[in-house]
């Protein structure tokens, strides 16, 4: 009887990690670099086109499109941590440096705001600090 109670346990747990793992979006484009996107106007351009049905998508730039709007409505609850971070590091970047590609995009996906409002929030909060300067 205590190793069916065992198996049953173990069993309930399996299935239960095992849902949760599919309510995560996919890792396979992780390790994008960001950095090149920001860094080159063409290729940026083609995501903000491809997010706005205005241009052909990459493999990526469709699970991006597919996954965009449960992620600004969940606060990216089904993000890796690196998808949270890619996501800020991307958006922040619109906000702040592209405003006419951000634009569109929060009308399209975030039409309430709220995603910039808590960025902005957050930008207010953050605490600037000057280094020391040795004489």
């Given at each position: 009887m205590l190793l069916a109670s065992f198996i049953a346990i173990y069993l309930i747990s399996c299935t239960t990690s095992a849902v949760t793992e599919r309510t995560k979006y996919t890792t396979k484009y992780d390790n994008i670099d960001l950095g090149e996107i920001i860094s080159n106007e063409r290729l940026l351009k083609?995501?903000?086109?491809?997010?706005?049905?205005?241009?052909?998508?990459?493999?990526?730039?469709?699970?991006?499109?597919?996954?965009?709007?449960?992620?600004?409505?969940?606060?990216?609850?089904?993000?890796?941590?690196?998808?949270?971070?890619?996501?800020?590091?991307?958006?922040?970047?619109?906000?702040?440096?592209?405003?006419?590609?951000?634009?569109?995009?929060?009308?399209?996906?975030?039409?309430?705001?709220?995603?910039?409002?808590?960025?902005?929030d957050a930008k207010k909060s953050e605490v600037n600090v000057e280094p020391l300067v040795k004489s």
């Open positions: 083609n995501y903000v086109d491809c997010l706005l049905e205005k241009g052909r998508c990459t493999p990526d730039g469709l699970e991006l499109k597919k996954n965009m709007p449960d992620a600004i409505e969940t606060d990216c609850s089904k993000c890796s941590e690196k998808q949270k971070e890619g996501s800020e590091i991307i958006i922040r970047y619109l906000i702040d440096n592209k405003p006419e590609y951000w634009s569109p995009l929060q009308d399209k996906y975030d039409p309430t705001g709220s995603y910039k409002k808590r960025y902005l």
